[in-house]
């Protein structure tokens, strides 16, 4: 492997050295080059002693991509290599159906961190929430395993149990579950009526979303014999996003014109926008008013789709500051070697707004009533606080946690309960409804004063 290095080193310094003269700019980048095939030496020469001495002889395949995952994790923490096992799993989420326990994970400090439990999961229902550690999976310490290996421990066929220790800030003690793994179809949207308001859950933005939410939209009027609801509201709390192209179908769904979300990434490609067009369904809802709940869970997809009704004017936002994951992931596929997950752009708001690592800010603050045994707990600060994350283009981040609890008892949710309210016309907020006009006009001055200040 290091011959094979050696000889790469030798080949570019001759076609480099045969170019003749060259400026400054060319020297710069010849002494980068050089110093790339330098360290891919070094890397040879590690690999070549590990295969000679170390103390068994190991699988060379799992060394080059630990090394292969090692390089991706340290650009930040959405960037990792999908194994062909991996990259599996990851098509059968984005489906909307696979097996396991029903939670969304990452790593942090070595250890399995819950982002959030699915709805109606075998995890939701044995009470793990936002925030719990996974230290312990099947008497195995989870320190030191790498999140695919955690993951691929907690799925397993339906029906078999599992044994997990989880670790709750504020705990005296770890709390030891066992749970049945169960097939874990992610209904990404659900609806009810709530004091005759439909209520429209939507858990994650899986392949299933836009379709799931036409269709509900569609239920509700014909359960409302044909004639629009009073206001419709969009429950996009601890939504952990998804596909992007299933956010701005999402939005599309309540918007007839103007821009949905932008991309811009290093090279042109990556540059993208997306235009909402007049269809059926906004053709529906024109004059139905919209609100929707936000939270300290709501990421990535869910956050275009707040931020592009709250830009529009289409929707008020109710609840608590968003994540603030404005980042966009591309799943490279790499043939039988499995694919890699590269962060490629950061999105913005139709405002040309970065939420990366600071959030979208409900238009109303509305704060949970949270039980003593969680309060502090509840609390996540969300992108800004994950060790490695890349800066947003706003120059300030989040500081402080924004809540992710939602009691389980509906009379209890007071941001339900006050969106609720403003609709039946129960409570009143200038916030709602919003003023498409006067957000236009904030948004003109807005930008006046910042070109003002340059």
Not at 7 to 31: D, K, W
Not at 323 to 335: D, E, H
Request: proline letters at 4%; hydrophobic letters at 40%.
């Amino acid at each position: 492997m290091a011959l094979v290095f050696k000889r790469a080193l030798i080949v570019m310094l001759a076609i480099a050295a045969s170019v003749g003269p060259v400026t400054a700019q060319s020297e710069q980048t010849q002494l980068e080059q050089e110093e790339l095939y330098r360290q891919l030496e070094l890397f040879g020469l590690v690999l070549d002693r590990i295969r000679d001495e170390y103390i068994e002889a190991p699988d060379e395949t799992e060394l080059i991509r630990a090394a292969i995952q090692g390089m991706l994790t340290s650009l930040d923490p959405h960037s990792a290599y999908l194994s062909p096992e991996s990259f599996a799993d990851v098509r059968e989420d984005t489906s909307g159906t696979f097996g396991g326990l029903g939670i969304e994970v990452t790593m942090e400090e070595g250890v399995v961190k819950v982002v959030t439990p699915y709805d109606d999961s075998p995890a939701s229902r044995a009470g793990i929430l936002a925030n719990d550690y996974v230290v312990e999976i099947d008497g195995q310490q989870v320190m030191g395993m790498t999140l695919d290996d955690a993951v691929e421990l907690m799925r397993g066929e339906v029906g078999t149990d599992v044994d997990v220790v989880i670790s709750r800030d504020g705990a005296e003690q770890l709390i030891e579950l066992t749970l049945t793994r169960d097939i874990i179809s992610v209904s990404a949207v659900r609806w009810s009526m709530e004091r005759d308001v439909p209520l429209i859950r939507l858990s994650r933005f899986s392949g299933q979303a836009y379709s799931g939410l036409t269709d509900a939209i569609q239920e509700v009027f014909e359960e409302n014999d044909g004639e629009a609801p009073e206001g419709i509201i969009l429950d996009l709390r601890n939504n952990p996003g998804g596909l992007v192209d299933q956010a701005q179908f999402v939005a599309d769904a309540f918007l007839s014109e103007g821009s949905v979300v932008l991309t811009r990434g290093r090279i042109p490609n990556q540059n993208s926008r997306y235009d909402a067009s007049a269809d059926e369904i906004d053709a529906m809802l024109t004059d139905v008013p919209i609100i929707v709940l936000i939270n300290g869970g709501s990421a990535s997809a869910a956050e275009i789709v707040a931020g592009a009704l709250q830009d529009q004017g289409r929707a008020t936002l109710v609840g608590t500051r968003s994540f603030g994951k404005g980042s966009v992931q591309s799943i490279i596929p790499l043939g039988f070697d499995g694919a890699m997950r590269l962060t490629t752009a950061r999105y913005y708001t139709p405002n040309n707004r970065s939420i990366q690592a600071l959030g979208i800010t409900p238009d109303i603050e509305v704060l949970q009533d949270v039980p003593e045994e969680f309060q502090g707990r509840d609390l996540l600060i969300g992108e800004a606080g994950l060790a490695g994350h890349i800066s947003g283009e706003a120059e300030e981040e989040a500081t402080v946690g924004s809540s992710v609890y939602v009691p389980a008892e509906r009379s209890e949710d007071n941001q339900l309960q006050y969106a609720i309210d403003l609709i039946l016309g129960e409570a009143e907020d200038p916030a709602f409804p919003p003023n498409p006009d006067a957000i236009i006009a904030q948004q003109q001055t807005d930008e006046a004063e910042v070109t003002e200040s340059q």
